[in-house]
């Protein structure tokens, strides 16, 4: 299993403004996925963090909007950049040990309001 | 990109009863069809899969169902408690990284009474 930490858990934004979220994982591993979870919705994959190298980003979302960075295999950032209402959300960072395992580990989120 | 459909969006049941989910899928590659439980405040965590050589797994009070020929698949949960409460997912990969990038569908609500 992996263990993975979020912060901040949640924030309270104002429009215009950037944030910033954390994902650190207590192993090193291949894969690591950004997800966006809008209030009462399902999970939707914003993209996929790859370390060394851009992100791979899923239609309808842009590196502009969500810039990622992956320094290694343990870390990972996702920028909400110019919120606006629109973007409050719970954000998740997932991981996956093994490419053939199917499980994904997930954080417990990241829940931000813009105001 | 894939599609999956889930029934129903919410499910109230007794405490002890049973409940199923449903969810329907369009690609018929698929051949990994996994189920993720969301409790309040927490991540989504995998409860459990099967693959498409078989037709039916069990892991003690939860089941799942798979049938490639109608394209859909179940979860069942036998004498349900309180602590079942959550939200489901039906998931399937949605492309060719593994198994992990991962299409969830739209989720079910289950609320389980004492």
């Known amino acids: 299993s992996a263990v993975i930490s979020q912060k901040p858990s949640r924030d309270i934004c104002q429009r215009g403004t950037s944030l910033t979220i954390q994902c650190q994982v207590d192993?090193?591993?291949?894969?690591m996925f950004w997800y966006r979870q809008q209030p009462g919705q399902s999970l939707t994959l914003i993209a996929t963090a790859n370390q060394g190298s851009e992100a791979t980003y899923e239609s309808g979302f842009v590196i502009d909007k969500f810039p990622i960075s992956r320094p290694n295999l343990t870390f990972s950032t996702l920028t909400v950049s110019n919120m606006s209402p629109e973007d409050s959300s719970i954000y998740l960072c997932?991981?996956?040990?093994?490419?053939?395992?199917?499980?994904?580990?997930f954080g417990e989120g990241s829940r931000l309001t813009v105001l | 990109g894939e599609n999956v459909e889930q029934h129903p969006s919410t499910l109230s049941v007794q405490e002890g009863d049973s409940a199923v989910i449903k969810c329907t899928y369009s690609?018929?590659?698929?051949?990994?069809f996994p189920w993720y439980k969301q409790e309040l405040g927490k991540g989504p965590q995998l409860i459990i899969d099967i693959r498409s050589n078989v037709g039916e797994k069990k892991d003690q009070r939860i089941a799942v169902t798979l049938n490639k020929t109608a394209k859909h698949f179940s979860l069942h949960i036998t004498e349900t408690q309180p602590e079942d409460s959550a939200v489901y997912f039906c998931v399937l990969p949605g492309g060719n990284t593994g198994f992990q990038k991962l299409v969830f569908g739209t989720g079910t609500r289950l609320l389980v009474s004492p």
């Open positions: 192993s090193q591993v291949t894969m």
């Open positions: 690609d018929s590659a698929s051949n990994y």
């Open positions: 997932s991981v996956g040990l093994t490419v053939n395992t199917g499980e994904l580990f």
